[in-house]
């Protein structure tokens, strides 16, 4: 068999690119692998056989079909020196620009031709995706944007990162600042609450509804609790120490006897001495 060179990596082709042999798709020539004549699809002269990429080239062997004429006659050429050229037709998928030479970096091999162009001249037909031939010159300005808009797109990486970067920190920084300002308003609460049951105003059960409360609307808390009049504390010994000779003894009183001889004071010792009233009731209750 004759060994021809269909394509070579190296060499700038008569448009005036290269091709990069490892990016170009070989499944559906290997499954169909027609020598054609000329790029003549109704000329199959024979098939293509151990199709390989070596050393920057695309080779393959050329097995000429005996029972045709025209195959036959090419073979015969091949064989007297006559006939030195191959040509392919490639589907270009992609390409770059490498320096000021175009270079098509993801093609597809549709055939290859024995043709009367040598080889070394880098001959190539450009084809669609129906096999119809196109020229460079039509495809070229769509390639062209292509890689402007590749170009454009990696100067502005560094200046998305930088930026994104920038997000992040002022978001990083923004979230710091709500925790802090969470926190401090959360003592603030804390403290209001606290000087609210100081001042006899809530008790210490109510403190933690408010503060409930406080965590969806403080300022209706606030206004509710700053409407209420504030009420002195006053022990249940300051009370005893104030009332007449008469009832000095109540210190002794037990909660039966609060509330038969003094309802009303006992019902205010449940809201001014909390802690009193409720051992008072508690021994009541474990009589």
């Not at 005996?66 to 037709?89: H, N, T, Y």
């Not at 200046?159 to 970067?165: G, I, T």
């Amino acid at each position: 068999m004759k060994i021809f060179v269909l394509c070579d990596s190296n060499t700038i082709n008569s448009y005036g690119f290269r091709i990069r042999l490892e990016g170009m798709n070989l499944d559906r020539f290997r499954s169909n692998p027609v020598m054609l004549y000329q790029h003549d699809k109704f000329s199959v002269i024979g098939r293509w056989e151990n199709v390989r990429i070596e050393d920057g080239r695309l080779l393959a062997d050329a097995k000429f079909d005996s029972e045709d004429e025209l195959a036959r006659q090419v073979e015969g050429k091949v064989e007297r020196g006559f006939l030195k050229g191959c040509s392919v037709g490639i589907l270009i998928n992609d390409i770059t620009l490498i320096g000021d030479v175009y270079e098509a970096t993801a093609t597809e091999l549709m055939e290859a031709s024995i043709v009367s162009i040598p080889s070394d001249a880098g001959a190539i037909r450009l084809m669609d995706e129906n096999h119809n031939p196109v020229d460079f010159k039509t495809i070229k300005p769509s390639f062209e944007q292509h890689l402007n808009l590749n170009k454009m797109e990696k100067e502005q990486t560094p200046k998305v990162a930088e930026l994104e970067a920038t997000i992040t920190e002022k978001d990083r920084r923004i979230a710091e600042l709500e925790a802090a300002a969470a926190e401090s308003r959360q003592k603030e609460l804390d403290a209001y609450l606290a000087a609210k049951v100081e001042a006899g105003i809530i008790t210490e059960s109510e403190k933690q509804h408010f503060a409930k409360l406080a965590a969806q609307d403080i300022e209706t808390v606030k206004a509710i609790l700053d409407a209420r009049p504030a009420q002195k504390q006053t022990s249940l010994s300051a009370m005893v120490h104030n009332t007449d000779t008469k009832t000095a003894d109540r210190t002794s009183w037990s909660y039966l006897e609060w509330a038969k001889k003094d309802p009303k004071g006992l019902q205010k010792m449940r809201t001014e001495d909390p802690k009193e009233f409720e051992r008072l009731q508690a021994e009541f209750l474990k009589k």
